[in-house]
């Protein structure tokens, strides 16, 4: 259990370092200047505050987190409700979904996630024995699951939605919670449908250039035009690191949503598929470390949970870049640009180490 949590640690400084590296390559720019290391060294300090926020947590009791669920969860809640108050919530773009003081910037619904996590590990824990109970074991367990989605849903960020509901689900159905309880946890998907309905005629344009992108390209939206473009540049090894010129001019986001399609560029295919590799190989370690710990326990739910989270979410990024997916502000856990996506990913590793120590002590 030791040598798999060392494994672990070592796949994602892996990450880590290629985050590093493709983040200085990512921010440079098509004219001369010092970009590229302001982006650097702000990445650095993003990571130096997020491996002391993931290394807190890890040596936290895993009970810490059994207790603590309901306060993170309304805090979290609190800051969702922030966030949307007119000249306190940083609007960009049509969204009002960050915090902003000085030179850092927080999203609290990349936070939220764990926190969905934390709540519905706990409540179900104590629910147990009343999950047959309709108020017990829907309403109190998933009303506040709902108004969080409802307030992500609100800022508008429809990808961030979507993933809690998804959160709310796989918690439910990991724990083994009755299939009632898993139907109205579908219905948390309805906030998330209800802005499909309503979306501004831009992005109706948007889906229906991407739904036209593999049968006529000129149609698809510009960043899918880039990305793809962007990929078949580097070809099997890639240009070098450092030599791509897509990033200067063409593509848009590069050192944030589409730093995948820098490493397709620079590395090549060879480079877009070592991190898969990574990505996968994280998911097989992390499955091992929290394999000997009871299936219908806190620690197991909040465990898989928080691993399938970061592997989901590093596939949905993968799927945006390649195609397969809308485009949506969806960072590389671990590799892209920026505070929050970092802090929260480090974060959610510290409470999966947190939570499988008790074992591996034992």
Request: hydrophobic share 55%.
């Amino acid at each position: 259990m030791a040598l798999s949590r060392q494994m672990l640690a070592s796949l994602i400084c892996a990450l880590l370092s290629v985050g590093l590296l493709m983040v200085y390559s990512a921010s440079m720019t098509a004219r001369p200047s010092d970009v590229e290391e302001f982006y650097l060294s702000k990445h650095a300090l993003f990571l130096l505050m997020g491996l002391a926020l993931g290394g807190i947590a890890s040596v936290m009791p895993a009970n810490f987190w059994k207790q603590a669920a309901p306060w993170i969860f309304g805090l979290g809640l609190v800051l969702l409700v922030i966030v949307l108050i007119p000249g306190v919530g940083t609007q960009v773009k049509g969204a009002r979904r960050w915090l902003r003081q000085g030179g850092m910037s927080l999203q609290p619904s990349e936070f939220m996630k764990i926190a969905v996590t934390l709540l519905l590990a706990s409540g179900m824990e104590r629910l147990w024995q009343r999950r047959h109970d309709f108020v017990q074991g829907t309403i109190v367990l998933l009303a506040p699951i709902a108004a969080a989605i409802l307030l992500v849903v609100i800022e508008p960020d429809l990808g961030a939605a979507v993933m809690l509901s998804a959160t709310a689900l796989l918690a439910l159905f990991i724990r083994g919670w009755p299939l009632g309880r898993l139907l109205a946890g579908g219905a948390l998907v309805i906030p998330a449908a209800f802005v499909w309905l309503v979306l501004k005629p831009y992005q109706l344009r948007r889906l229906q250039g991407f739904l036209a992108t593999w049968t006529d390209f000129e149609q698809a939206p510009y960043q899918v035009q880039q990305s793809l473009t962007t990929l078949g540049v580097g070809g099997l090894s890639g240009t070098g690191l450092g030599e791509g010129t897509q990033k200067l001019s063409f593509l848009p986001e590069a050192n944030t949503d589409f730093v995948f399609s820098v490493v397709g560029e620079e590395l090549g295919l060879v480079g877009t598929l070592g991190i898969s590799a990574l990505w996968l190989s994280v998911l097989w370690v992390g499955a091992q470390v929290i394999r000997p710990l009871r299936r219908d326990s806190f620690e197991y739910t909040v465990g898989f949970v928080l691993l399938c989270q970061l592997v989901a979410q590093a596939a949905t990024n993968v799927a945006v870049t390649t195609a397969m997916l809308p485009p949506k502000g969806i960072a590389h856990p671990l590799i892209s640009y920026g505070g929050s996506s970092l802090w929260a990913s480090l974060l959610a590793i510290g409470i999966l180490l947190s939570v499988s120590r008790k074992n591996a002590e034992g």
